[in-house]
């Protein structure tokens, strides 16, 4: 395996994106890479290491109730050395970050303030909350051309002060994670959305109270859009490691396909059931943007479900969407190929296709 010297994500020297320089040979993941890199080959050469960044500094654009409660939720986490609250509404940061420091005594110290662009500046993460919130009765995909404006003047903001990694997490994710890697001009390693990482821990969970065993001891994933088209790989799912059919041979309580597909609709539909019936979510997505900071942080090389830039993923290409990939220090490291059935590499790339068309129809 060879090192794509722009985004650092580990290729196959079978991969068909190459370049010589100086009399070496170049192994790139994307052509957007490698053009990036023609472009300026000395720049990527010549980067500082990631670990050599001081403190884990993170800014959170967006203080709604998203931004605002994974704010909470990092701070009792102990994981980021300052936390920047960035809204446009400054007021409305300065309330919450006045709160937030009132509870300080109580977790590990940390400095939260009130921030604007410029606190992007050396942050390791900016995580963007920013824009119209989906409301009862609203698709995520219904928000795209709202959001995509916001984007396009959120984005060049926060690019201008160099941060390491962004993390999207307004809807339409996958689109938005699009969206800001064409305003960005970033390599794909450097952007990601926070995709269906939520889904599949729903998916974990309910799973894990049909077969009575601990959530964590079930492996499974939800694929593809974070949305309607979303895409449960059923045939991955083990329990403990025993393939899910092996399995249910087991369970007194068998399971019917009725079963499995009730199970996937209480997943695909969480979000608008909560919506529904409070306005919005906040919780349980704060927890897993948590898992992704530290898994960035803390250089784990976690496997998480994030929304990322594919490039001929079961025949899918200039999409974004989600697949399990390798997380670390520097942003997603490696995608890995899932082994599914046709039926559901068929729905993943039916999946691709609706964000494909939405996308042709954006001016970015």
């Given at each position: 395996?060879?090192?794509?010297?722009?985004?650092?994500?580990?290729?196959?020297?079978?991969?068909?994106?190459?370049?010589?320089?100086?009399?070496?040979?170049?192994?790139?993941?994307t052509s957007r890479c490698?053009?990036?890199?023609?472009?300026?080959?000395?720049?990527?050469?010549?980067?500082?290491?990631?670990?050599?960044?001081?403190?884990?500094?993170?800014?959170?654009?967006?203080?709604?109730?998203?931004?605002?409660?994974?704010?909470?939720?990092?701070?009792?986490?102990?994981?980021?050395?300052?936390?920047?609250?960035?809204?446009?509404?400054?007021?409305?940061?300065?309330?919450?970050?006045?709160?937030?420091?009132?509870?300080?005594?109580?977790?590990?110290?940390?400095?939260?303030?009130p921030g604007t662009y410029?606190?992007?500046?050396?942050?390791?993460?900016?995580?963007?909350?920013?824009?119209?919130?989906?409301?009862?009765?609203?698709?995520?995909?219904?928000?795209?051309?709202?959001?995509?404006?916001?984007?396009?003047?959120?984005?060049?903001?926060?690019?201008?002060h160099n941060p390491r990694?962004?993390?999207?997490?307004?809807?339409?994710?996958?689109?938005?994670?699009?969206?800001?890697?064409?305003?960005?001009?970033?390599?794909?390693?450097?952007?990601?959305?926070?995709?269906?990482?939520?889904?599949?821990?729903?998916?974990?969970?309910?799973?894990?109270?049909?077969?009575?065993?601990?959530?964590?001891?079930?492996?499974?994933?939800?694929?593809?859009?974070?949305?309607?088209?979303?895409?449960?790989?059923?045939?991955?799912?083990?329990?403990?490691?025993?393939?899910?059919?092996?399995?249910?041979?087991?369970?007194?309580?068998?399971?019917?396909?009725?079963?499995?597909?009730?199970?996937?609709?209480?997943?695909?539909?969480?979000?608008?059931?909560?919506?529904?019936?409070?306005?919005?979510?906040?919780?349980?997505?704060?927890?897993?943007?948590?898992?992704?900071?530290?898994?960035?942080?803390?250089?784990?090389?976690?496997?998480?479900?994030?929304?990322?830039?594919?490039?001929?993923?079961?025949?899918?290409?200039?999409?974004?969407?989600?697949?399990?990939?390798?997380?670390?220090?520097?942003?997603?490291?490696?995608?890995?190929?899932?082994?599914?059935?046709?039926?559901?590499?068929?729905?993943?790339?039916?999946?691709?296709?609706?964000?494909?068309?939405?996308?042709?129809?954006?001016?970015?």
């Amino acid at each position: 395996m060879k090192k794509d010297p722009v985004c650092g994500m580990e290729v196959a020297e079978t991969t068909k994106y190459t370049s010589a320089y100086q009399g070496q040979t170049f192994f790139f993941c994307t052509s957007r890479c490698k053009e990036s890199f023609e472009q300026n080959p000395g720049m990527y050469l010549t980067s500082p290491d990631a670990n050599s960044k001081e403190g884990r500094k993170m800014a959170v654009v967006g203080a709604g109730q998203v931004g605002s409660t994974f704010a909470f939720a990092l701070m009792i986490s102990g994981l980021a050395s300052s936390i920047a609250l960035i809204d446009r509404n400054p007021k409305h940061a300065e309330g919450h970050v006045m709160d937030l420091n009132h509870g300080l005594p109580f977790v590990q110290p940390s400095r939260i303030y009130p921030g604007t662009y410029s606190d992007c500046e050396g942050a390791d993460i900016v995580v963007v909350t920013a824009g119209a919130p989906q409301k009862p009765g609203e698709s995520r995909l219904d928000l795209v051309q709202k959001n995509t404006e916001i984007f396009k003047e959120v984005i060049p903001e926060i690019v201008r002060h160099n941060p390491r990694v962004l993390l999207i997490v307004s809807n339409p994710v996958d689109v938005l994670t699009y969206v800001t890697l064409k305003v960005s001009g970033y390599p794909m390693n450097r952007v990601m959305g926070s995709g269906t990482v939520l889904d599949t821990a729903r998916f974990r969970s309910l799973l894990g109270i049909h077969c009575t065993v601990d959530p964590r001891n079930v492996h499974a994933y939800i694929v593809g859009e974070h949305g309607d088209n979303e895409v449960p790989v059923w045939s991955q799912v083990n329990i403990g490691g025993m393939p899910f059919s092996e399995y249910c041979a087991l369970c007194e309580g068998g399971c019917p396909s009725e079963q499995r597909d009730d199970i996937f609709v209480q997943v695909k539909n969480a979000a608008y059931e909560i919506i529904d019936r409070k306005g919005y979510t906040n919780f349980a997505i704060a927890l897993a943007l948590v898992k992704i900071a530290g898994a960035i942080f803390r250089d784990e090389n976690s496997v998480l479900t994030v929304s990322t830039l594919l490039d001929d993923y079961y025949g899918i290409s200039d999409v974004c969407l989600s697949i399990p990939v390798i997380v670390n220090r520097q942003g997603v490291f490696r995608q890995l190929r899932l082994s599914v059935d046709e039926s559901e590499a068929e729905r993943l790339r039916a999946s691709a296709g609706v964000l494909q068309e939405i996308l042709q129809n954006l001016q970015l």
